[in-house]
């Protein structure tokens, strides 16, 4: 008795089978990655521009120093800068505390370009330069894309219709 016919194996076609269902598993985990990696970027960038424009603020209250945050020209990133005095020029000088750079351009909330755009923070952390900063990305999921700036606060929020709802 050389071959018995009661040891089991697999097909061909079980084998293939099996491949198939591995293989479209895969493609369904990295399609979600891939959305969840972007969505996790967009919040980690709202996230830290709404923490820098508060370090702004506060630093201009407890420094008792003007401050700056400016965006690149290339809307993908901005710069703090901190300035000795009134008379300190706005264009030239300051010391730069730091710059970003991101992964997403930013716009405002009607699409228009923000490159360029600087919020200015007086000695008591107050900024006139209002407005609403969003990551320029749609359909990304995420928990929150755009920051408020008000004369006093900022706050993270979500865009809907055009505006910025707050969380």
Known sequence: MLFQSDHAGFTL???????????????????????????????KNIRELNIDLNTARMNSIYQKKEHRLVFNSTATGYVLRRYSSENESKTSGGTELFSKSGSYQYAKANGASIADRKFDFDIRGFTFDLDTIKINRTGSGATFDCVVVSTTRTNIGLMTGGSCVQK
């Open 13 to 43: 076609i079980e084998l293939v089978t099996v491949m198939v269902v591995l293989g479209i598993l895969l493609a369904i985990v990295t399609h979600d990655f891939g959305q969840w990696s972007t969505k996790a970027q967009i919040e």
